[in-house]
Each structure stands twice: as structure tokens, then as C-alpha cells.
């Protein structure tokens, strides 16, 4: 085996603190940036996949890491990811969600085998990163190849359905910078030479003043005062203030208005870096050891990084994890002469060139001066998963606006959400992140007013243009494909290409707890004789609650407790925890499929909203079943996330294995998303080599 790359980040950084007196400019300045930095947190994401080339109908095993980009740090401001596998017409294949635990989350897909040869893009956020789409997403190119269909996809997918690269953000360039210049030159020592040339008008109108502000990725490096003596004015700067990273130089006149701003690029420091070490060769069916260790004197972390092992193509599509994060998405879509590059290899002149015109969609010092921040419409999923809709008339779809709307999960325990539509009548409920198959039912509160329901997809498609086939290049299929193909359909006819084990336990929510507590009546149904009608079961075993029939029509009332008056109002039915508000339908449940009856007497508050009295009938099978639902209601089944699968491979410890016939041809050899380290200062993991024979690239990724 042989070329073991070995891209690794390490995260740590260090900023000099430069006093200055209480409330001065400097201060002020900082405590400004740090409350823009606060309320409009900005998170990264990066995708490690097996491979950057695939067969239609094979495993895609990935995994996501979600960055804090001030603190450089994984993060675990969201608990879910949103994935997208986009075609060359920029169209969604495939969607998925993914659990995050701190800021970590391993998953896989499966590539349907009718995909057609072409060219796809990975795309990826959180309900976060909507707030600043389509640039605050995460991209990658792959190739899927498809041996049984001639047909090829010959466009290119744009990225962030956006084909000019010299579009970097939506933020506005600082408009008050005539009469300064500023100029950066490092020297060898480190020492930063920043000369600055101002003009005579500036001088007066900034009564001879600025100050400088050095931040690189949210952390505040430096802010000081700068006196102009003359228009010509050099100040030096320590290797210190600039840690790693794109580093922005601001200059502030004596407003404290933004007038000049600069990127500079500090390289990263790569020692510390981890070592792979294991033989060079292998045997067919032979066990591999592979050993990481570093030089530091901190234990390698464990479930910090993820390693694949995969036939050796010769070019990676994909810069590591600390590279990419040096720019991120901060900067907008990236030139093709830096994008999928890492960043050592990136001539100087190509990186001044892109910085020069560069722009951060992350940063407005406009709204950071003016304390003025955008509004926000995707909270951070922390958690819990959000639900979006809309009501809307049903003839006209005009939006429906100031009406409750209700989100129930049919059960034996009763939850309940209310939402009330703003002025495009949206509403919004959330849902626990967990891999069980929800039952969800959502109603708007009166049955009766002629609305429909749109639930929302929580995927971005709609805010990526539909502008595909930008590079309309033919693909060449490189020469391995032909036999990663004949591999992949061996796989498929012997079952080895199988490698998921479906046995990983589910992931539940907490148990849920009736929503109105313990109820001033629990009525448990075979505790007393069984009685023919619900009319009759109310009348005689729950004491101040009635359901009275005249004529064809059903009411419902409860009593005050205190002062034994019926309510203005009738009280809120359920039935299975569903809100049905129909006393007729309760007079039509059989009582002999009712197992409980809960009532709850007293005016009850969820939120702003009111109840008049709680009816819930808890029935045997607990599952809403055999009640017809308002025309208006939606019913749902739910997933929030999928199971996770693992990756297993073939175990030939025994010799009965190693001489079995069935062949082993995977295209992935191995793949683990969380390696756990074995011991100080290393790390290790085991598997066995296929009976493919060639060179394999092992590629680590993760944060340290």
C-alpha cells in the first residue's frame, strides 16, 4: 500500500489582548464586532466522503463535521445537517438529514443504480446556514459512473446555482474609502510593515486619527489607534496579531465609520501533524494494522476523525479539512485555481489576486457599526427538528393570517403545539430529532374555514437556481471505471457489496409526558361496569363534564371547580392526544374501545393559548384510528432522521474464511467515521485487503 495522505486540522489559536481605557473608540469598536459575532454566529460544514468516484448502485459512506467559525472549533450549535445529491440540471436526487452529536456526524447513502453517468454535487447546511444561502453552504463534485447506461449527463451542476465566480456575497463594499490607502508587506522575521497614505481632506475630516482592527474569523486580534502626522504613515505589526486564517484589516475614521478594509492570508502551522505508519505491501486477504500517532503530548482525541481506504485514482477532488476551512464559505463561491486545491500548493500571486477582490458574506461592518443586525427566519435546530407551513385559502391560496394551527402525535400520551399564522400565514412546530416513524397530524383550529395546509420541505432547493449544464465539457471515463464496474456487479451477484449492519439500536426521543400534567380526572375504564354510550359514561362517572345530545346535535361542557358555573367556552376535545373539537364524533366511540378518560377542570395555558377544560379520550389501540379527519387536516408519517448504518468488511481470521470462493472485490476498502484511540499519543484500526490487487490511498480526516 502505499501514498497515505494526511490532511488533519488542528484548531488551536491564540490572539494578544491590547488594553485600552473603558468606553474608549477601541473598546467601542470591539464590543461592537463581538455583539454582531454573538447574535449572527456563523457555522461551517465539511463533508469527508469514502471516494470522490462512485458506481451507480453503490454505498456513498461520508462524514459531516460542523464548525463554529469564530472559535474554529466543532460545534454544537445544530443537531441536524441537510444533504443534498444534486444532478448537472441542478435538480435534488437524493435528500437526506443527519444527526449531529458535537458537531460530528457519521451516515451513508445508497446511489440509486438508474443514476446516470455524470457529473454530481454534494450540497450541505443546517437550518442555520439558511439564513445566508446559497453561499454559506457546504459543496463537493463527485462522479458517479453507471456500467449498464450509455447515457451520460454532460454539464457540470453549479455549485451554488450561480455561474460567476466575481460574485463573492451580498454585502456591500465600504463606500467611504476615498483618501486612504493601505498597503501590507510581511517581512521575513514576521514583523508586518502597514503603510498607510492618506490624503489632506481625509487627515482634517478625521481629525488626524483612524484605528486599525485585525480579525481573522470572528477573533479580534487588534484594534489601535493610528495617529496621521503626515500622509504617509508606517506602523509595524508583530507576527502575533495574525493568527492563521484569512486576516481582515479594517481602518475606522474618528467616527468609527469603516473606511478601507484588506485580507491577508497567515499560513497555517503544520507540525503536529498526525503520522500513518504500516507496511507497504499486502497479501490478498491479508490483515492491515495502520497505526496513527502524532508528536504532541496530548492523547490522539477519539470520535474526532474519520479514514477511508480506497483504490488509488490519482488526484484528489477535495481539499482537506484544514485547507477548506481556511476560507470556508465565508468568501463566496472560490476560482477554479484555488477551489478543490490545497492551499501549499497555491501560488502566492493567485491567492493576493482572489483577496484583492474578496469579500466576506459573513461580515457587514455596516450592520456591525450600526448595531442594526438582519432578521433572522431559520433558528438553529438544537435538538429538535423544525416543521414549517403555510395556511392558505383553498380557492384562492392567498395566505390565511392570525389562526391557530395544531401539531399533534397520535398516542396514549398527550403533546400538544400550537402555532399562530404570521402575515404570509406561516406556522412552525417542532419535532424531537429521533429515527422513529412519527404519526403527525396538523389542523388548523377551526375545522370548518375553507384552508389548505403546505407543509414545507426543510431542503434549500428552492434557493439554488436551476442553472445547470455550465460546463457542457464531455466527461472521459478514466480507465479504472471498467473495472470498478465488473467489481461492483460481482459484489452485487455474490451479496458482498452488503456491508451496512442494520442491527444499530433506535434512536428514541424522550419518553413523552402528557402536555396537561396529572388530570383532575383519570378515568380508567375497566374499573367500572362497561356502559353502551359515551353520553351515558359521561353522565355518570365524570362529575361536572357533560356531553348532551338535542336532536341530531352534540355539546360538550365542563363546570368551574370552584364555583360549579359552566364555561363561556366548550372545552378542547381530544382524542388520542388529536385535537378533534367535534363532540359528535366522541358521542360515536364505542366505549368498549375506550381504555381512559382524562379531564382537565380548571382553565389551562399552553403558551398564550386558553383552555376551557381538557376532554382527552384515550382509546385501546391509542392510534387515532376510525375518526375521520377535517378535509383541512394534513396526516403525515415523519422521520426526522434515518437509522444510522456501519460499514463492515470481511473478517478472514480464519483460515476456513480466507479459502472461501466467493470473491471480494470492494471498491472501498475500508471506511470508519470515528476512530477511537487505543492509547496515549496514538491511534489504530484493523482490516482485511480484498482480492483486489494495486495500489490503495488512505486519506484521514478530522479536528484535533
Keep these: 500500500m502505499n501514498r497515505l495522505w494526511l490532511p488533519f486540522i488542528f484548531l488551536l489559536f491564540m490572539f494578544k489582548m491590547h488594553g485600552q481605557s473603558a468606553n474608549s473608540p477601541e473598546d467601542i469598536i470591539k464590543e461592537k464586532f463581538r455583539r454582531y459575532c454573538e447574535s449572527v454566529p456563523r457555522e461551517e460544514i465539511y463533508i469527508h466522503t469514502d471516494r470522490d468516484k462512485y458506481m451507480a448502485g453503490e454505498d456513498l459512506w461520508f462524514s459531516v463535521y460542523l464548525f463554529d467559525r469564530q472559535k474554529n472549533k466543532l460545534s454544537d450549535h445544530s443537531s441536524l445537517a441537510y444533504l443534498e445529491l444534486v444532478n448537472s440540471d441542478n435538480h435534488q436526487v437524493i435528500v437526506k438529514r443527519i444527526r449531529l452529536n458535537d458537531g460530528v456526524g457519521p451516515d451513508h447513502i445508497l446511489l440509486p443504480d438508474t443514476l446516470s453517468t455524470g457529473r454530481y454535487v454534494i450540497r450541505a447546511y443546517t437550518n442555520w446556514m439558511k439564513n445566508f444561502l446559497p453561499y454559506n453552504c457546504f459543496v463537493r463534485e463527485i462522479t458517479i459512473y453507471n456500467a449498464l447506461s450509455e447515457r451520460i449527463l454532460t454539464g457540470r451542476p453549479e455549485p451554488y446555482g450561480i455561474r460567476d465566480e466575481n460574485v463573492n456575497n451580498s454585502n456591500t463594499l465600504l463606500k467611504y474609502n476615498s483618501g486612504v490607502e493601505m498597503k501590507i508587506n510581511k517581512s521575513e522575521d514576521g514583523i508586518t510593515e502597514l503603510t498607510l497614505e492618506t490624503d489632506v481632506s481625509f487627515r482634517a475630516s478625521s481629525d488626524n486619527i483612524c484605528y486599525l482592527l485585525v480579525q481573522t474569523h470572528g477573533v479580534v486580534n487588534l484594534v489601535k489607534k493610528i495617529d496621521l502626522k503626515s500622509d504617509r504613515v508606517i506602523t509595524h505589526l508583530m507576527a502575533d496579531v495574525f493568527i492563521p486564517g484569512i486576516n481582515q484589516l479594517v481602518i475606522f475614521n474618528d467616527n468609527l465609520e469603516p473606511v478601507l478594509e484588506k485580507l491577508f492570508y497567515t499560513p497555517l502551522n503544520e507540525t503536529g501533524y498526525p503520522k500513518l505508519s504500516s507496511a507497504d505491501t499486502f497479501k490478498t486477504r491479508d490483515r492491515v494494522s495502520l497505526t496513527i500517532g502524532t508528536d504532541n503530548a496530548e492523547s490522539v482525541p477519539s470520535q474526532c476523525f474519520s479514514i477511508s481506504v480506497v483504490p488509488a485514482t490519482g488526484r484528489i477532488s477535495m481539499p482537506d479539512i484544514a485547507d477548506y476551512i481556511i476560507f470556508g464559505t465565508e468568501f463566496g463561491p472560490l476560482p477554479e ?59 384562492t391560496r392567498v395566505p390565511v393570517r392570525g389562526k391557530n394551527v395544531f401539531l399533534s402525535i397520535p398516542g396514549k400520551t398527550a403533546t400538544f403545539q400550537y402555532s399562530r399564522t404570521d402575515s404570509t400565514g406561516s406556522f412552525r412546530f417542532t419535532l424531537p430529532v429521533s429515527n422513529e416513524l412519527m404519526d403527525m397530524i396538523i389542523q388548523p383550529e377551526d375545522p370548518d374555514i375553507k384552508s389548505s395546509i403546505i407543509i414545507e420541505s426543510p431542503f434549500a432547493a428552492g434557493y439554488f437556481q436551476n442553472s445547470g449544464n455550465a460546463d457542457t465539457s464531455s466527461l472521459t471515463l478514466p480507465g479504472f471505471i471498467s473495472k470498478w464496474g465488473v467489481n461492483y456487479q460481482i459484489s452485487k451477484i455474490y451479496g458482498t457489496n452488503k456491508f451496512v449492519d442494520t442491527n444499530n439500536q433506535t434512536l428514541k426521543s424522550n419518553p413523552p409526558k402528557r402536555f396537561y400534567g396529572k388530570p383532575d380526572i383519570e378515568l380508567t375504564m375497566n374499573d367500572y361496569i362497561l356502559l353502551p354510550l359515551m353520553e351515558e359514561v359521561f353522565f355518570e362517572l365524570t362529575p361536572g363534564v357533560q356531553l348532551k345530545r338535542k336532536r341530531n346535535t352534540y355539546s360538550m361542557t365542563v363546570a368551574d371547580p370552584a364555583s360549579n358555573r359552566i364555561y363561556e367556552k366548550p372545552p378542547v376535545l381530544f382524542s388520542d392526544g388529536v385535537v378533534i373539537n367535534d363532540p359528535a364524533v366522541i358521542a360515536a366511540i364505542d366505549p368498549e374501545t375506550v381504555e381512559k378518560i382524562d379531564v382537565i377542570k380548571d382553565l389551562y395555558l399552553v403558551g398564550d393559548y386558553i383552555f376551557f377544560g381538557i ?90
Design 337 to 395: 485555481a484555488i477551489r478543490n486545491r490545497n492551499i501549499k500548493d497555491i501560488p502566492v500571486d493567485t491567492l493576493n489576486r482572489f483577496l484583492l477582490k474578496a469579500k466576506s458574506n459573513w461580515i457587514d461592518w455596516h450592520s456591525v457599526i450600526s448595531g442594526k443586525f438582519p432578521l433572522l427566519d431559520y433558528p438553529a435546530e438544537q435538538d429538535f427538528h423544525l416543521v414549517k407551513g403555510k395556511l392558505t385559502e383553498k380557492a
Design 615 to 704: 376532554v382527552n379520550i384515550i382509546t385501546v389501540a391509542g392510534d387515532f384510528s376510525g375518526i375521520e379527519l377535517p378535509e383541512n387536516a394534513v396526516r403525515r408519517k415523519y422521520r426526522v432522521i434515518d437509522p444510522v448504518v456501519s460499514f463492515t468488511s470481511p473478517d478472514y481470521s480464519s483460515e476456513l474464511e480466507k479459502k472461501a470462493r466467493i470473491p471480494d472485490f470492494r471498491n472501498t476498502l475500508y471506511w470508519n467515521p470515528a476512530v477511537k484511540s487505543s492509547g496515549k499519543n496514538k491511534a489504530s484500526v484493523e482490516f482485511w485487503t480484498s482480492d483486489g490487487v494495486g495500489s490503495y490511498e488512505v486519506t484521514l480526516q478530522g479536528v484535533n
